[in-house]
């Protein structure tokens, strides 16, 4: 009985952060444009700068038209829209945008399409030259949408069609399973 739990603890251990679905980025994909700013400390001036003039309603309206989603890393806290991410995501999220090591924040847009966009910030960074860089994408990228599902369509289609005959049968329910034999040890 040990040597089952170590296994199935150790299976758990190796194949979890494998299954794991940790990459925020990719969840925004074709929905939204990622603004990362990956900063040292919580105290980062450009940080604390981005943060402020968001509260600003002129500019929460602005992020908010241009599909702009901010993802802050500062330390190792991660949050979205001020919403606490996981350590395993924020990691993911640093992997997946950090330029190495490098002193100071960093600032960088993710295209709807998963292109990266390096923001030049020379100590502060206005809101006006976010902006300017998400309305300078081509014009294919601002068209990019997350592609609906087409398996859906058909299987209601489906569905629609049998419910539409007569002397359709209704569906036999299915045999309950027997119950498990017990381990033998």
Do not use: C, W
């Not at 952060?17 to 444009?33: F, I, M």
């Not at 509260?55 to 330390?75: I, M, W």
């Not at 996981?86 to 960088?108: D, F, Y």
């Not at 960074?125 to 994408?137: C, G, I, T, Y």
């Amino acid at each position: 009985m040990l040597v089952r739990s170590l296994t199935l603890a150790v299976l758990l251990a190796i194949a979890g952060p494998l299954l794991a679905d940790d990459n925020p980025l990719d969840l925004d994909a074709g929905r939204a444009r990622p603004l990362v700013v990956i900063a040292p400390t919580s105290a980062d001036p450009l940080l604390r700068s981005l943060n402020e003039s968001l509260k600003d309603p002129a500019t929460q309206a602005g992020f908010k038209e241009r599909g702009l989603v901010l993802y802050s890393v500062a330390g190792m806290i991660g949050k979205r829209d001020d919403k606490n991410l996981e350590q395993q995501t924020t990691m993911a999220l640093i992997r997946q945008v950090s330029r190495g090591a490098q002193n100071g924040t960093q600032v960088t847009l993710v295209g709807k399409d998963g292109s990266k966009h390096v923001l030049d910030n020379d100590g502060s960074l206005d809101m006006s030259k976010v902006f300017a860089a998400v309305d300078a994408l081509p014009a294919e990228e601002k068209a990019i949408s997350k592609p609906e599902p087409q398996a859906a369509p058909a299987a209601a289609d489906a569905k629609a069609g049998k419910a539409g005959k007569a002397d359709a049968k209704p569906a036999k329910p299915a045999k309950p399973l027997p119950p498990p034999k017990p381990l033998e040890d």
